[in-house]
Structure formats: C-alpha cells, structure tokens
C-alpha cells in the first residue's frame, strides 16, 4: 500500500456517486434508448425441444408479410462467422448463435427474424415454419456423465467437458491419520443473477469507412476482439460504443451470441439492426444462467475440531455448450480452502454437457457455490465434535500474523484478520442476546436457529484459471488503464475504457485522482471512449476494478503530479524534491515562492522555453497496469490467482413455524473487510445487493427444467425475484485490513454479500430444523420442502429430499 | 388509432396501433425513454407511471386506454432542466441506486407515497416499493432515500396535503417558528475593518 | 414480448358490449388489464378483438341492499380496499385485498376481473365462495346472476358464456351485530399467487356461541371451496372442535402438487390455516361489544 490512510481527503469519505445524477432524471442511456435512423428489429423462434434435428426450416410465408426484412437461418451465419470461442480446449463443441443442424436446448434460438418493428418481427415468426426430429436428450449432471448417456456433441464424443483432479498436498497421507472422518453432499440449483434490464445490442455496418459500431448493454472482457474474430474482419473495424449504460449485469451480460447475430445481419442488410431480448427469450436462451453444481466433499479432522484435509468432487452442469461457464469450476480453487489453514485438498472438477440452457459468468465466477461446500462442512464438523460453530471456525481460521498466507493450491493471501472481524460483529450483535431471543422463540412454539458463514471474497481479477484448465492458453496479462488529461485552461478530463453496469467506476476514478492531485474530485471530468480510442481494459469482471481501475487512475495521477512538480521546480532551479506539491500547486518552502496550477498548466501548454530539457509538452499521462500477481504460469498444478482477499462474515437469525414451513429472517448481520474503502456508499450498496442476490440463490430462484426437458421457470412468475419485502434490513459491521499489494489499500467488493449469505441463510435453517433430526442440501430451499420435511419429521418418517 | 394523452401536463397526440403498451408509446412515440421494460408481463416495476398520481404499471395498459388521465413519467418529476426535485436528490444521498435501471420506477413509486403522507414508517416505505423489484441495491439504501426525503419533506416550507392517505394524524409543522430574520443568539456584528 | 394484433373497440354502454361479444366469438373484454395485458404479451390469448368495459357507467360504483352489498365489476381493488361500505359490511372483502397483487395492480386491477379470470389461488375469488356471493352477469338476454360455488368450475374457467360479461359481484352482509373475519395465506412471497389460503367469518352472540361460520379455501384445488363446518354453529368454537370439524371438512380436499408446493402441503397447511382463520375470525367477533355491554 502506497498511501497513509491517515491523510486521505477524498478516499474513504462519503461523497455522493455522481452517475447517480443522471439515473434519478430518467437520464440514463441504455441500449434501448439508442435510436439509429433506419434502425430494423430482431425477434427470435426458439426451438421447443431438448434435442432436435433441424429438418428443414420454411421462412417464405414470414417474409411474404409486410415490414419483415429477412429471416436468417443458422446455417447461413455459420457459412458467414467463426464459432464462439470456447474457453476449454474443446474443438468439438462447436457453439454458433443459432442452432446448426441441430438443436440442444429448449428455447436455443433458431431464427431469427428482422422486421420494421420489434412487434412485426415477432408476428412473422409465428409464421416461420422449422420441422424437427427430436432426439434421445440428457439433462441430469450425473447421467450426463454415463457413457452411454446421449451426447449433446456428438463429434465431442461424450459430454465431459472437463474433468481434471488436482491433488495439493498429502490428502491421502493427512485422510489416514485424521482420526475423524465424514462426507456429505450438497447441490447448488441453477439460478442466475437475472438483471432487470435484459441484454440488448445494436449494431451498425459502414461499408465506406469498414467500421462496424456496436452498442450494447455489455460487460465482457475481450468483447470487441471477440466481434471481430466471430464475423472475420481485423479488430480495429469495430468500435464498440462504451458509453452505454449498462441496467444490471453482475457478470452475465456477455451477450457474444447476440452480437455476432445483430452485426452479421447489420452487414447483410446494409441497415442498423438492434435486438433487445425480450423476457421470455433472456430467460429460455439468453445463455445467461448460473452454475449447477453437485459437490461430494469429504473432511478429515480431529476432535479438537481442526480440519486437516479435504476432497472435494464437484461437478457442474454447464448446458448444452461450452463457453466460459467450466472455469466457473477452476476460480474458487484460488480460495479452495477458505478463510482456514487446511493443510491439503484434493480437488476434482467436473463439467458435463446437457440439454439445458447455457451457462454465464455470474458473480463470484463459482465462489458462493464452492463457500456453500465449504461452510457446510465447517458447520458438520462441528456437529460432530459437539463444538461450537464459530470455535471450530476460529480455531481453523488463518490467524492475522500468518499473513501472506500461502494455500495448498498455490495462491498467497495477501492479508486478514478474520478473528477480529468475528469479535466486532458478537460485540455488535450481543450474541448472548441473540441466543436468547432464538430460545424465545423457540419457547413460544416456532423452530429457531442461528446460522453463521464465514468465507473470502478474492479480488483483483487474473485469470490464471485459464491456463490452469487449459494448458493452450498462456494468458497472464490482465491489464487496465486509465488515461489523464488537463487540458490549457486547467480542466482535467480522465478516460476510462470499460462498461459500467452500476459499480460507480466515475465517482472511483475521480476520487482517486483527485486524492492524489489534491483536487476537488467534483471537477473531474470522466468520460469512456469508444473501443477503437481506447486503452486496454479487461471489464469489471473478478471484483477487479477497485484495485485496478484504481490502481491506474493512481499511477496515472503520481505521474502528472510528478511532472507538474517537475515543471515547477524547473521555474525555481531546485531539485524536484525541495519542492512541495499541494493542493494542485507547488511551493518552494524556503522562498516562499509559489506556483499555482494555472501557472504550471500554462508552462506546460504554452511556454515549451521553460520546459526541463527533453520534457513534452502538454499534461496528460497514460497508466497501463498488470493485476498485482498472478502473472506466471501455472505450474504442477498450483498457481497464484487473485491478488487481495476480502472477508465477510454473516450471523443469520432466522425463524420457521413449523406447519408452514416459511423462514423467516429475524435479524442479519454481515461483518465485512474489504481493506480501504475508497467509496464507503459503493461498498455498502454492493454488500446489500450481493445479500439480496443470496437470499434469492437460497431461498427463491431457480431455473427449473420437467423431466421433459423443459424450462418451467420462464418468466417472473415463476423465477422469483426478492422484493422489499423478502430482504430484511442487513446491518453492516466494517472492518478494514489494507491489501499490500494495493495503492490505498483497497480490496474488492463486487461479490461482498453474495459469496456468503446463501452458506448462511442455508445453514441457518439447517440450525432452526436441527432438532428434528432434519437437513437441508439443496438450494434454493423451498417453503413447502421445508413444511414437508417438518411433518414428516414430526410423524416419524424418514426425511424425503427434494429432487 | 389516433390517441390523445396528457403526458407530464401537456396535452400529446400520436397514431399507433391497439396493441402498443402505454410503456412502448412513451418510449417509442413520445421519445420519453426514462420509463424502462424489464419484464413486460408486470412483475418487476420498471415501467412503473403514475396515472392520476398513482403508480400503475405502464406494460400492462395499452396506450389507447390511457386517455383521460394525467400521467407523470419521470421526466415530469424534476422542477427544471438540470435541477432534481428533494426524492431525487434523496436517492443521491443515500446512494438508493447502482445501474438505474430500476430507479424511475422506484422513484415515482416512492413520490406517490410522498403524496399520502410525511411520516411514513419503514414497513409503509417496503410496502410502496414492494411492487418494484431492484437486483443492484438490495433495498436498504433506497428506504433511506425515502426515510431521508420524507425527513426533508416535512421541514420544507411547501404547501402540504390536507389528509395523511394512510389516515393517520399529519405532523406538526417543523419548520421554525422563531422569525428568520432575528439575528440568532451569539451572532456578533462584524468588526469594521480599521 | 408484443401481443398479436387485436382491435379495440370502447362500447358506450353495457348493452353494445354485450352485443359486441356475441357477435364475435374472437373478442374479449378489457377493464384493469392487470391479468390478460400478461396473457396477450405472452401470446398465450390472442383475441381478435378488445371490449374496452372499464369505463362503463353501469359496470362501476358500490351499491348497497338490503341484506347485500353489490360491488360494481369494474371497481378498482384500491378502491375497494379504501371504501368504508366495504370495510363495514363486506369485512372479509377489506381484510384480504391487501394481499392482492401489488399496489400498482389494485390502482388498475378490478374487483370483476380477478373473479372472471379465475385464478384458483385468488383471493377476490376465495371471498365470493367464502359468502356465497352472486355474481352478476350481463348477457345479450339481459341480466343474469350464478352462485359463486357454480360460477367457478376449474383453473382459471367460469361459466361465462360468449356474448356475457361480468356486471357485479354481489356479497351478502352478515345482519349480526358482532361479526369478525379471518384470513391467512402462504406464498412464497408476500405478492405471490398463494399455494393456499384460508377465509373464515364468525357471528357470535352475546353469551359467545356461534350463529354463524363460512371458512374457504383457496390455492389447494384447481379453485376456492367453501368448507362445510355448520356443525360448528350452536356452539363455542373452542379449539378442540374448531380442529376436528375442519378435519373433517378437508378430508376431501383437493389439492394439486406443482413446482411451488406438493399436494400434502397444500392438504396439511390448509387445515392449519383454516384453524388460524377460525380463529382469528372468532376472537375479532368477540372484540365486538355485546348488547348492553
């Protein structure tokens, strides 16, 4: 860490998020708000079935009705664009954005028809005539994973996409001598972070500049490179428009399908074309659904409850492609052991292929799911040493002087002090109390329980899982930028070169530089070029961008403030450090003689004469910056992945009655260490929505599919979303431990809340039912399954567990 | 068909079919893109308006029923150009939105509660904005926004609704009844300069 | 998601409605929106035409009767959950709207629609059986009622005939002095369709035995039901008999299993809701001053 928290100005106050301006006017521009003159619509014809043959497709009657343009069939974007990159080596899983001979999901988009108007392109896909042959179809992960179960590739040959074990440490040796041993089984059910705004893209084809313009509600690393690859053309043909708001993405607004979809037909038809997915469309084929996970995990440990190794098999249905969602398995193995000093794991990650929608970056890139595993084998272990919970998670914790703590899997922490986050949060809560308050309502006839989770939120983003699962990949740059200009009048402008979808990157940026310069940050300026005018960037993706998009806008800053006092002291004929920069000006302490900032912009812009010999003139200065670590290959399986560590630590109080099964959250907690915190409202907002968006993975959403193969959760109606009334008030207890590897301190927080509360809100049911010899291990866990599951308790029966 | 609207208290006229949502109308019509489609089967809020100040859901009405209302779009909400009315400078306060795509509808959910009542209670705040779902913020800094415009809201010296909605008593007046022209108690002329 | 084209027709008066969907078997009639705007968006009606009623004079207003009182269809449920006639003499009608949809589906949404759409989880429906209400009709022939019971015969299906609209709902009053109501219902959440719910009236004496009970239960089957619990009346409604005549009652309940709940659920939760209901009903009644109290 570069800067003394002590004297911060800007960073760590409470200033307004200043894009929050715009959003209460109802100014924001999203991809819905881009009109382009002649603009055409795209409406999609989904398939109905979970595995089908194409046999022949029949667009005439659709584009014999008026204001239908074109229809366009798989088979002609495939004989005109590359297939989406896979992130696996996987040749043969060929994903294209409409089916190619066949169709392997229900809802897989394939037609897609271009009308005047959104409402007419869906009229005449209703007259779009496909006949199909289905096909024998699979889409149970474990059956997936059956030789002889039906192939969604066949030309892959199996569905296994990955299945790689990783053995750090001596597991087998550490499994011997653990006198204590137990194995369970938990499963993740799909669901997804589900934006309110759906993903939308428009696209647009100058045949007399070669340029393709992309507009779209986008957060994808690699995005522009991934267009231009997909329709064949040299990158710098397109230029993607990041000035676009983005509604709500929390890492699933990839879009690469629809875009290579909408910039084809742009090119074919010599128009704008724009496709904003409807509901229906987003949820069936949108490929925007989360991680389903099974995970076995087995833990070895003593009666003094310290959990010496563990085994962990997890297998994950990834739909019926490719894409990135594998990896999904391969980031949590860079925080595989928690928040505790495990000394050996055994990691075995499986990835199948199925007859279901495809799955997308959802926040934390599989990390709650894996936290889930984890906490719920923290919490066994206690039930089976008889111990408390939070002792066998302190006694297991990594303690405060242990750090930089190295992990099995070869990733570093870089720092903590989780004993001291547990102590604030009790003191703050009176666990007493709360205990008593659970016994209370115990006592008036409801089942209570209190549930507890304590996991790592690893930030800076690298994505050194690539080549850890992949050993054709060599990617260890995970940059970004930030470009700074004042310009001759002394007004500073400062380019960032990223979507934003909420995460308040302009408050960011304009405070960090405006710490560093000792300026108003309120008079920054902060704009986003378009991709072409842009300095690299890998998207706010990996909770990246605090250390990141910080990070640059730092190195960027100390650059111009150095060249500023440079310039200065240049006019005094000092050495630069016998000057002192402040506030924007720089004085010499023994003469009392200043220079304002207006006076060195104006030598800066104006008087090259007084220039230091071999300076350049104007102000502007341009930061380019790896990810802190992670940048090496993996080896022997080990490699460090992300850079900083934030913890979080969630006590749930929770209350069911018993006959109707409804859990009931009483009071929830959430300590939270997220090292400097440069904008506390940013944090605070992410931590709170990152709860909401757990509450719903345990307790609400889920992406349902009928033995039939069928989704049932299509719209809102069924796919339940948290209201106001579902989230009870979180209270928040701050802690900070600064990251070393940071300019302020800063670790990430995009994930906060969401890496923990579904492990916590599920084990606090498992503690309320606990008395009934009764548990819960599948998310979401629902009302009736919990009613269900008392009753038969109550009557003696065996407990049935939800499919 | 032909329509006639009153939009944010000016008279409007547009030709569309039957079939266009009051939501489409405004957005695609009337160029009016702040009201936003999250769902269109009204579930999740975004294209919430206020029609005759109550909030309705803007997907499920067709344009050509609109007729005969006042509808209020939240571009009718802020008092000029550049300037925010006191909810939505509270939603800057407290930070009550991230991406924004909710924040319209929430907005004007929470100015119609504003409209019935100064004191509302927390469980008053949930239940207006129940029906508009937010995936950024989790909702805690959006009751703040309100709590925090309806603190503002009841020591400002604009005209106020004669009956609390929700029939409770209305609040004593907060604004200070000492006459603001009286020097305050320890304000000390200036020394001139000599 | 647009709907298919349709058009749009706004009738003058009650009797050109009715004539307008006789004649054309493809049209349906629109008030509030709040259940088939989804539907049409979803394409899953696709009505050639729509018969604009929500404006209609005859449809609209609360009327009271002797012994009833007769809600106008086209009565917003916000309304409705604001109007002291209701409140004071169709209690059961107050006590549940709140738990219908969200605020802004009730500033649209009308009493009429939800009873014509049918839902078996809805709880406008659930009241009507729960009372005995009429429903009103107005047909091409004229004016014509059902009883609730007959009127709702399976999801989301009535007995409406094309060429008939609902006109009003018409919910008996109580004539007892100390009458209380009970509701309660599950769901996921709070807004959600319930997986069941239970409407319960009491009228108690002075002395606090029954004279009369109605308890409903809605969200179970494929619609609402009223369950028989007379048995009760005469009586103290003490807890012991209260249980064992829903017991009883349910025994035959039909109750479905779908993604949100399995069938014993419904089963079990209903009784124990109807419990709560009576309950909850009785102690409101015995709130009520007694003569000469």
């Known amino acids: 860490m570069t800067a003394d928290p002590a004297t911060f100005r800007f960073v760590s106050t409470n200033r307004r998020v200043r894009e929050d301006r715009r959003f209460v006017a109802g100014r924001g521009y999203y991809v819905a708000d881009v009109a382009l003159e002649g603009m055409l619509h795209v409406a999609i014809l989904p398939s109905q079935h979970p595995a089908a043959r194409i046999v022949s497709i029949d667009a005439s009657a659709a584009l014999a009705m008026p204001g239908v343009h074109y229809v366009l069939t798989g088979d002609e974007l495939a004989a005109a664009t590359d297939p989406l990159m896979n992130g696996l080596d996987t040749p043969k899983v060929q994903r294209h954005p409409l089916a190619v001979g066949q169709t392997r999901y229900a809802g897989e988009w394939v037609v897609a028809v271009v009308a005047d108007s959104r409402a007419l392109a869906e009229d005449a896909t209703e007259k779009v005539r496909v006949v199909y042959e289905p096909l024998p179809f699979v889409i149970n992960a474990e059956q997936a994973l059956l030789p002889d179960s039906p192939p969604v590739h066949p030309a892959h040959g199996s569905n296994v996409l990955l299945d790689r074990t990783f053995v750090w440490g001596e597991v087998e040796k550490h499994f011997a001598e653990s006198p204590r041993q137990l194995a369970f089984r938990v499963t993740w059910g799909r669901n997804s972070t589900v934006p309110i705004e759906t993903f939308g893209v428009a696209a647009s084809w100058d045949p007399w500049r070669d340029m393709l313009d992309v507009w779209a509600s986008i957060q994808m690393p690699k995005y522009p490179d991934q267009i231009a690859r997909a329709l064949r053309i040299p990158a710098n043909c397109v230029r993607v428009h990041q000035d676009v708001d983005v509604g709500g993405s929390y890492g699933v607004k990839r879009g690469i399908k629809q875009t290579v979809l909408v910039a084809h037909l742009a090119r074919r038809l010599g128009r704008p074309v724009r496709l904003i997915e409807d509901r229906l469309e987003n949820m069936r084929g949108g490929d925007a659904h989360g991680p389903e996970r099974i995970f076995d995990v087995e833990v070895a440990f003593n009666n003094d409850g310290i959990v010496k190794s563990m085994k962990i098999r997890a297998l994950d249905n990834a739909g019926a492609y490719a894409g990135r969602a594998p990896f999904q398995l391969g980031k949590p193995i860079g925080a595989i052991v928690g928040p505790y000093k495990i000394e050996s794991v055994q990691y075995r990650a499986q990835s199948v292929t199925t007859n279901k929608a495809v799955q997308e970056a959802v926040r934390g890139f599989g990390q709650s799911p894996t936290n889930y595993a984890i906490e719920t084998a923290i919490d066994k272990v206690a039930a089976a040493t008889g111990l408390e919970r939070i002792e066998v998670r302190r006694r297991n914790f990594i303690r405060k002087e242990e750090f930089p703590y190295l992990i099995p899997s070869g990733s570093s922490y870089d720092s903590g002090d989780y004993h001291t986050v547990v102590d604030k949060v009790f003191a703050h809560i009176d666990f007493a109390a709360m205990e008593q308050e659970r016994d209370r309502l115990r006592a008036s006839g409801m089942l209570a329980g209190i549930g507890i989770a304590a996991c790592l939120e690893p930030s800076g983003g690298n994505s050194s899982f690539e080549p850890l699962l992949n050993e054709k990949n060599t990617t260890t740059t995970w940059m970004d930028s930030c470009r700074i200009n004042i310009d001759g009048l002394g007004f500073v402008t400062v380019t960032i070169h990223n979507t934003s979808s909420g995460q308040g990157h302009e408050t960011l940026v304009s405070t960090v530089i405006g710490e560093v310069l000792q300026i108003d940050p309120d008079l920054i300026r902060v704009v986003r070029p378009d991709s072409l005018a842009c300095l690299p960037s890998n998207s706010p993706v990996g909770s990246r961008m605090a250390i990141m998009l910080g990070g640059a806008a730092f190195h960027a800053a100390q650059k111009l403030k150095t060249k500023l006092t440079r310039i200065a002291a240049h006019q005094f004929g000092l050495a630069e450090d016998k000057v002192v920069y402040a506030s924007g000006g720089v004085g010499d302490p023994k003469s009392n003689r200043q220079l304002s900032w207006i006076d060195i912009v104006n030598i800066g812009h104006r008087n090259f004469h007084l220039l230091p010999e071999g300076m350049e003139p104007g102000l502007e200065s341009t930061h380019v910056m790896q990810v802190p670590t992670g940048d090496r290959l993996p080896e022997n399986g080990r490699v460090q992945m992300y850079p900083c560590h934030s913890f979080e630590f969630h006590v749930v109080l929770m209350a069911i009655d018993p006959v109707l099964g409804k859990p009931e959250i009483k009071r929830y907690v959430i300590g939270h260490d997220c090292g400097t915190v440069i904008n506390p409202h940013i944090v605070k907002g992410m931590t709170l929505g990152g709860v909401a968006h757990g509450l719903g993975a345990a307790l609400l959403e889920e992406f349902v599919y009928d033995d039939e193969g069928h989704l049932i959760t299509q719209s809102f109606m069924d796919y339940l979303l948290p209201s106001s009334r579902e989230m009870p008030k979180v209270e928040i207890v701050h802690h900070c431990t600064p990251s070393p590897h940071t300019v302020f301190g800063q670790k990430g927080s995009g994930e906060s809340g969401y890496l923990g509360a579904p492990a916590a809100i599920s084990a606090a049911v498992n503690d309320c039912v606990a008395s009934l010899g009764i548990s819960f291990n599948k998310l979401p866990i629902r009302i009736s399954a919990i009613g269900d599951a008392i009753a038969d308790a109550q009557q003696g029966k065996p407990q049935q567990q939800a499919k | ?194 | ?293």
């Not at chain 2, 009204?42 to 859901?57: F, M, N, Q, S, W």
């Not at chain 2, 924040?103 to 705040?125: E, N, S, Y």
């Not at chain 3, 035409?49 to 002797?66: S, V």
């Not at chain 3, 035995?209 to 009586?235: F, Q, T, W």
């Open chain 3, 1 to 293: 998601m647009k709907p298919a084209p349709f058009e749009y027709v706004r009738p003058e008066s009650l009797a050109e409605a009715c004539a307008l969907l006789a004649a054309d078997e493809d049209a349906r009639v629109i008030a509030g929106g709040q259940t088939l705007v989804p539907m049409l968006a979803m394409r899953l009606a696709r009505p050639a035409r729509l018969i604009d009623i929500l404006r209609l004079p005859e449809l609209a207003g609360i009327r009271q009767e002797k012994d009833a009182i007769v809600v106008g269809a086209t009565t917003r449920q916000a309304q409705a959950e604001r109007d002291p006639v209701i409140r004071a003499s169709v209690p059961m009608l107050a006590r549940v709207l709140p738990w219908v949809g969200h605020p802004p589906t009730r500033n649209r949404g009308t009493i009429g629609g939800s009873i014509a759409n049918a839902d078996p989880s809805a709880e406008i429906p659930l009241v009507a059986v729960t009372l005995g209400a009429e429903i009103m009709l107005a047909t091409v022939d004229g004016p014509a009622s059902m009883p609730a019971d007959d009127f709702f015969i399976g999801p989301m299906l009535t007995t409406i005939n094309p060429g008939e609209c609902v006109s009003a709902i018409r919910f008996p009053v109580w004539p007892h002095r100390r009458v209380g109501t009970g509701f309660f219902e599950i769901s996921a959440r709070r807004s959600d369709f319930a997986f069941v719910a239970a409407a319960a009236q009491v009228a108690l004496d002075d002395a606090g035995s029954c004279i009369e009970i109605a308890l409903g239960v809605g969200g179970a089957g494929d619609r609402p039901v009223r369950l028989d619990v007379s048995s009760l009346a005469g009586g103290k409604l003490d807890s012991a008999s209260v249980t064992e005549a829903i017991n009883t009652a349910a025994a035959e309940l039909d109750a479905m299993s779908d993604l949100h709940a399995s069938a014993a659920y419904r089963r079990r939760v209903a009784v124990a809701l109807c419990i709560r209901a009576v309950e909850e009903a009785r102690g409101n009644a015995a709130a009520k001053p007694a003569k000469g109290a």
């Open chain 2, 1 to 194: 068909m032909k329509v006639n609207l009153r939009i944010n208290g000016v008279n409007r006229t547009t030709e569309l079919e039957p079939r266009k949502t009051l939501l489409d109308a405004l957005r695609e019509n009337f160029l009016l893109n702040g009201t936003h489609a999250g769902c269109e089967h009204g579930v999740c809020g975004a294209c919430t308006v206020l029609i005759d100040g109550e909030p309705v859901r803007s997907c499920l009405m067709f344009a050509v029923q609109a007729d005969g209302y006042e509808i209020t779009t939240i571009e009718g909400l802020a008092p000029a150009p550049g300037e925010l009315g006191v909810l939505q400078d509270a939603f800057c306060e407290t930070h009550g939105l991230q991406c924004g795509y909710c924040t319209p509808g929430m907005i004007l959910a929470a100015h119609a509660l504003l409209q019935t009542t100064l004191t509302p209670t927390r469980d008053d705040i949930v239940e207006a904005i129940s029906g508009n779902i937010c995936r950024c913020t989790g909702y805690g800094q959006i009751i703040e926004a309100v709590e925090f415009a309806a603190a503002r809201l009841r020591v400002a010296n604009t005209p106020r609704p004669q009956h609390d909605g929700l029939n409770r008593e209305l609040p004593k007046h907060a604004a200070p009844t000492e006459g603001l022209l009286e020097a305050e108690k320890g304000d000390q002329p200036v020394a001139e300069a000599k």
